[in-house]
């Protein structure tokens, strides 16, 4: 057995242990595993030991991954998530070559999106980011931003809205993490009751995995339990 798929069986395990925990089903909840500066062999081991979503969060490097797996047999079993920040200047690749977007934080980008979605693509699945901790250096809108933005979004054409994604600041107290996860499950909420194809809250990372779950989390984004510490350095 690869590391990788290891890491994998670990990774699904504490997901469901969290799961049943809280009194979900695990199968409620998709593992998406981030795949940034990680090289196609990494990939190719997790898809082998039966992973199917992966994140990116650098455009160029993850339309180069999204076009490498087209070519192999598995490509059209894959689910390719851009859950970076996203400059005007790339919308375009990614409404060419992604199924989901998990940082809209603006009209200008989500407009930008389903404009260039490609005819014959399904809609791009689209999550709104929420600035949830209120840092300055992250990307994200304010709660209060929330419902003008999120009725904005849901009338584009080629766009769905399905949701919301958040990432906290690093909180090691897990009644500190459940409450701050907690918020989003609150607007997670009342977003579905107004818009019902509103299904996926996105957050939770290797170090608070558990705390997003019992918040009601639907997708976890893993990346270093998974493919180890990633390596920044140039090529």
């Keep these: 057995m690869s590391t990788i ?5 670990d990774v699904r395990s ?14 409620e909840i998709t593992l998406l595993a981030v795949s940034k500066t990680k090289p196609v062999a990494a990939i190719a081991e997790a898809i082998a030991a039966g992973q199917r979503a992966f994140g990116e969060n650098y455009v160029q490097e993850g339309v180069d991954k999204v076009q490498h797996f087209a070519t192999q047999p598995e490509g059209a079993t894959l689910d390719w998530h851009f859950i970076g920040p996203l400059q005007s200047n790339k919308s375009r690749l990614v409404a060419e070559h992604f199924a989901w977007c998990h940082t809209v934080d603006r009209l200008r980008i989500a407009q930008r999106l389903s ?8 809609p791009l699945n689209v999550l709104i980011q929420i600035n949830i901790s209120d840092e300055q250096s992250k990307s994200g809108i304010v709660l209060a931003e929330l419902p003008a933005l999120a009725e904005a979004v849901a009338a584009l054409p080629n766009v769905t809205l399905r949701g919301l994604m958040a990432i906290p600041a690093p909180e090691q107290n897990y009644q500190r993490q459940l409450a701050v996860f907690g918020q989003m499950s609150d607007a997670f909420q009342a ?9 996926t809250l996105s957050m939770g990372m290797t170090d608070d995995m558990a705390a997003a779950i019992a918040a009601g989390s639907t997708l976890v984004r893993i990346g270093t339990a998974i493919f180890g510490a990633r390596d920044y350095s140039p090529a």
């Excluded at 798929?5 to 069986?9: E, F, M, R, S, V």
């Excluded at 997901?15 to 009194?23: M, P």
């Excluded at 977003?191 to 299904?199: G, I, S, W």
């Design 115 to 122: 404009d260039q979605r490609p005819a014959g693509m399904p």
């Design 14 to 27: 504490r997901i469901a242990a969290a799961a049943q925990g809280c009194a979900r089903v695990p199968e």
């Design 191 to 199: 977003l579905q009751q107004r818009y019902p194809q509103v299904d």
């Design 5 to 9: 798929q290891q890491n994998l069986q």
